[in-house]
């Protein structure tokens, strides 16, 4: 099993930034894939960014520029650092991890964005 545990969001302002970060452990042999979603209140879950072992990522559209998704591959954590947020941006902000071509999911954490 693996075990995903989320941190550092909460409440901000408009214009503000806040960092995540997720902590893989459990029976890691080798974690592939490392990425963020989120889900607002009655929407569906939405990607955010993924990056590869390797360190290539990928943004979706509407946090390009803003977001930037980073990992320590010795520490299994994957972060993102979100500038210029929006109200919009408020949601729970999932991780996904992938081990052994098999998805694990974190339990999220809250970002608010208001004023």
């Known amino acids: 099993q693996v075990q995903l545990v989320e941190s550092g969001g909460g409440l901000v302002q408009p214009g503000g930034s806040l960092r995540l970060s997720c902590a893989a452990s459990?029976?890691?042999?080798?974690?592939?894939?490392m990425a963020w979603y989120r889900q607002a209140p009655g929407a569906q879950r939405e990607y955010v960014a993924l990056?590869?072992?390797?360190?290539?990522?990928g943004y979706a559209d509407s946090v390009k520029g803003r977001f930037t998704i980073s990992r320590d591959n010795a520490k299994n954590t994957v972060y993102l650092q979100m500038n210029s947020l929006k109200p919009e941006d408020t949601a729970v902000y999932l991780c996904?991890?992938?081990?052994?071509?098999?998805?694990?999911w974190g339990q999220g954490t809250q970002v608010t964005v208001s004023s």
């Open positions: 990056i590869t072992r390797g360190g290539s990522t």
């Open positions: 996904k991890v992938v081990v052994a071509g098999t998805d694990y």
């Open positions: 459990g029976s890691i042999f080798r974690i592939s894939a």
